[in-house]
């Protein structure tokens, strides 16, 4: 036997969806077999009415029993077509109810899973604005941004590469001077980025603006050119003189989340119904609706959609070329507030 579903459930929905029209099915096919039974019975009485006239005053008694059973006939007859008439539309309401209500039960599941994908990916980027915070105090970072002497600098370079043997979230963290110049690096062998002007980076601008080491820069996913190309989400946090939240400002540290893989990790995890996942994309979009993290890894970073938002924080809706969307936004987590980001999961029409 297989395992009860709770009520409310799509399984259990489209159960009863299913179990209606089959019983709509049979109240048309029994009340259609009344209606061949009574018109059989009209053709007999008419037949007999018939042989009635024929015998004549010996046959009047039987004649009044034909007209009788005619009546009958016409009575069962016009029972059976409202009766027909009731049950089809009974049902059909119960039909339309009960597929309402599995939509509704659908969407509201989608809208779970896309707030799950978006709360995951929430807490994993609280703890890189901890990090980066924590890593900015860090003394080797304090002193190399202080007096950036080639021992300071190659000093805070191993203590950078230390942090992130322990995070392997990140493919590299950078020390910048007040003027965005790149004095260390955590990976100096694989990225050579020593020497480098980070000045026009709009996250290096807001960093060196910050009034406090309280205080974060989260940016965009945007592909880094000098790690490779690749898709990174980038916090920065102030380097402050003794590592004090209000000591003078030294420089900033950037720190680069590997993004892709973190993310496909999230997208590809929602517990899509295994029927389901070839027609479903899971997403995870930017404040612009711009796909940073797709389940399909297609239109990363390229691809922009169209949320039903209104105003809604979530919701679903079906869309004009048969496709079902929901979306759940940001909820934020702690002291990271979001960046107006959305889960949103897409099936295909």
Same mark, same amino acid.
């Given at each position: 036997?297989?395992?009860?579903?709770?009520?409310?459930?799509?399984?259990?929905?489209?159960?009863?969806?299913?179990?209606?029209a089959e019983l709509r099915t049979?109240?048309?096919?029994?009340?259609?077999?009344?209606?061949?039974?009574?018109?059989?019975?009209?053709?007999?009485?008419?037949?007999?009415?018939?042989?009635?006239?024929?015998?004549?005053?010996?046959?009047?008694? %039987?004649?009044?029993?034909?007209?009788?059973?005619?009546?009958?006939?016409?009575?069962?007859?016009?029972?059976?077509?409202?009766?027909?008439?009731?049950?089809?539309?009974?049902?059909?309401?119960?039909?339309?109810?009960?597929?309402?209500?599995?939509?509704?039960?659908?969407?509201?599941?989608?809208?779970?899973?896309?707030?799950?994908?978006?709360?995951?990916?929430?807490?994993?980027?609280?703890?890189?604005?901890?990090?980066?915070?924590?890593? &900015?105090?860090?003394?080797?970072?304090?002193?190399?941004? *202080?007096?950036?002497?080639?021992?300071?600098?190659?000093?805070?370079?191993?203590?950078?590469?230390?942090?992130?043997?322990?995070?392997?979230?990140?493919?590299?963290?950078?020390?910048?001077?007040?003027?965005?110049?790149?004095?260390?690096?955590?990976?100096?062998?694989?990225?050579?980025?020593?020497?480098?002007?980070?000045?026009?980076?709009?996250? %290096?601008?807001?960093?060196?603006?910050?009034?406090?080491?309280?205080?974060?820069?989260? &940016?965009?996913?945007?592909?880094?050119?000098?790690?490779?190309?690749?898709?990174?989400?980038?916090?920065?946090?102030?380097?402050?003189?003794?590592?004090? &939240?209000?000591?003078?400002?030294?420089?900033?540290?950037?720190?680069?989340?590997?993004?892709?893989?973190?993310?496909?990790?999230?997208?590809?995890?929602?517990?899509?119904?295994?029927?389901?996942?070839?027609?479903?994309?899971?997403?995870?979009?930017?404040?612009?609706?711009?796909v940073i993290a797709a389940s399909?890894?297609?239109?990363?970073?390229?691809?922009?959609?169209?949320?039903?938002?209104?105003?809604?924080?979530?919701?679903?809706?079906?869309?004009?070329?048969?496709? %079902?969307?929901? %979306?759940?936004?940001?909820?934020?987590?702690?002291?990271? *507030?979001?960046?107006?980001?959305?889960?949103?999961?897409?099936?295909?029409?």
């Open positions: 036997m297989p395992p009860a579903q709770p009520i409310g459930s799509d399984a259990s929905l489209s159960s009863i969806a299913s179990r209606t049979v109240a048309v096919e029994k009340t259609r077999r009344i209606q061949q039974i009574t018109g059989q019975m009209k053709i007999l009485a008419l037949n007999a009415m018939i042989e009635a006239q024929r015998a004549g005053e010996q046959g009047r008694g %039987f004649s009044v029993v034909a007209q009788e059973v005619r009546t009958v006939g016409d009575i069962v007859a016009s029972v059976s077509r409202e009766l027909e008439d009731h049950l089809a539309q009974r049902i059909q309401d119960l039909q339309s109810e009960v597929e309402a209500l599995a939509e509704k039960a659908q969407g509201q599941r989608y809208v779970d899973l896309a707030l799950n994908a978006i709360e995951l990916i929430d807490r994993n980027l609280y703890e890189r604005t901890c990090d980066v915070r924590w890593w &900015a105090t860090d003394s080797a970072v304090v002193d190399a941004a *202080a007096d950036p002497s080639e021992e300071a600098c190659r000093h805070a370079s191993k203590r950078l590469g230390v942090i992130l043997d322990a995070y392997t979230v990140y493919l590299d963290l950078w020390l910048c001077d007040a003027e965005g110049t790149v004095i260390a690096n955590g990976r100096p062998d694989r990225y050579r980025v020593r020497g480098s002007s980070v000045a026009h980076e709009p996250w %290096f601008r807001r960093a060196a603006s910050l009034t406090s080491g309280d205080d974060y820069v989260a &940016a965009d996913v945007a592909r880094q050119h000098r790690l490779g190309d690749a898709q990174v989400a980038t916090y920065c946090a102030s380097v402050r003189e003794a590592g004090e &939240a209000h000591g003078r400002p030294l420089g900033v540290l950037a720190i680069h989340f590997d993004w892709e893989s973190q993310a496909r990790a999230i997208v590809e995890g929602v517990r899509i119904a295994p029927e389901e996942r070839d027609a479903t994309r899971v997403l995870l979009l930017d404040a612009e609706q711009r399909d890894g297609r239109g990363i970073l390229s691809e922009r959609l169209s949320l039903p938002i209104r105003g809604l924080r979530a919701g679903f809706e079906h869309q004009a070329d048969g496709s %079902f969307v929901a %979306f759940h936004a940001t909820p934020g987590y702690e002291t990271y *507030a979001g960046l107006g980001w959305y889960g949103a999961i897409v099936r295909r029409g």
